[in-house]
């Protein structure tokens, strides 16, 4: 794969990414590029053309991984289990669900 393969890095976000691009590049003997070559372990980039290469992650599931709403939906239409979630503005309010469930574990978070 020499040459044909990249840690692809560029863009306005490459400075927020640049160590992790930088011990990708080290554990995985890749270059960073800015742009996408045959190969490709995306972490950023302002311009993709997707038909260009093959991606370490499909952008399918990183478009999917990104957007919770699409997420939920494709989990809805496949019937895939997923926890119930409530938001509540007030201690009080969580306690009154644990209260009116016992049944269900909770997680809660401030």
Same mark, same amino acid.
């Given at each position: 794969m020499? *040459? +044909? !393969?990249c840690i692809v890095n560029g863009?306005? *976000? !490459?400075? &927020? @990414?640049a160590g992790l691009a930088e011990q990708l590049s080290d554990a995985l003997w890749l270059p960073i590029s800015p742009g996408p070559r045959q190969y490709n372990y995306l972490l950023v980039t302002d311009q993709l053309d997707a038909s260009r290469g093959e @991606? @370490?992650? =499909?952008?399918?599931?990183?478009e999917l991984a990104s957007d919770k709403r699409l997420l939920a +939906?494709? @989990?809805a239409a496949?019937? !895939? =289990?997923t926890p119930e979630t409530k938001l509540v503005p007030a201690l009080a309010e &969580?306690? +009154?669900i644990l209260r009116e469930r016992p049944d269900c574990d909770w997680c809660l978070s401030v």
């Open positions: 020499n *040459g +044909q !393969a863009g306005g *976000g !490459a400075r &927020a @990414f @991606f @370490f992650i =499909p952008l399918s599931g990183m +939906q494709v @989990f496949s019937g !895939a =289990p &969580a306690e +009154q």
